[in-house]
């Protein structure tokens, strides 16, 4: 099945980029970032950012790009069968269109990758066609999928607090 991404949220004065890889079936379903109630973003978000699952969607996208948060995905268009990234076929990879968004967003320092899939799609299909613009530092913070159950949410809390415990250069 091909399934597509959502439009990014990003105020233009962003200065930090969270990256999915693909949003998961109950997320396409109900046309939101993270809706699925096991994903632990949106209680990472509200430890970090005030933007948890208590508020309405609208309220904890505008909260987090009051912050300076911007989220996105790297896949624009893929096909997968599951909600799973492990089976996302590569020869379906269509990325998001990146050197738009930055050029758009100048202001983006810092990108982090919400696990290991997102960072691996960028890097391999976006970072070859961005060059060296943007000047940002990349990181790759552990998944808040429930498929990722296996980390513990303290353990995984511990290393997204990296987004708001570094100065922005």
């Not at 233009?12 to 890889?21: K, M, N, V």
């Not at 896949?75 to 269509?94: G, H, K, P, Y």
């Not at 060296?132 to 790759?140: I, K, L, T, V, Y």
């Not at 809390?157 to 987004?163: E, P, S, V, Y």
Request: hydrophobic residues 45%.
């Amino acid at each position: 099945m091909i399934v597509h991404s959502f439009p990014p949220v990003a105020a233009p004065d962003a200065r930090i980029l969270i990256l999915g890889s693909m949003p998961g079936k109950v997320s396409l379903a109900q046309r939101q970032y993270y809706a699925h109630p096991q994903n632990l973003f949106w209680r990472i978000m509200g430890e970090l950012f005030d933007a948890g699952w208590e508020m309405p969607y609208e309220q904890r996208l505008e909260r987090l790009q009051q912050s300076g948060v911007a989220l996105w995905d790297v896949l624009q268009e893929c096909v997968r069968d599951s909600a799973l990234d492990s089976d996302i076929a590569e020869d379906s990879i269509v990325a998001n269109d990146f050197s738009g968004f930055f050029a758009q967003h100048a202001k983006i320092r810092r990108v982090f990758f919400n696990g290991a899939k997102a960072e691996q799609v960028f890097r391999r299909y976006v970072a070859p066609t961005i060059g060296d613009q943007p000047a940002c530092e990349w990181f790759r913070l552990p998944s808040t999928s429930p498929a990722n159950a296996s980390i513990p949410l303290a353990t995984r809390l511990a290393q997204w607090r990296r987004i708001t415990s570094e100065p922005l250069r």
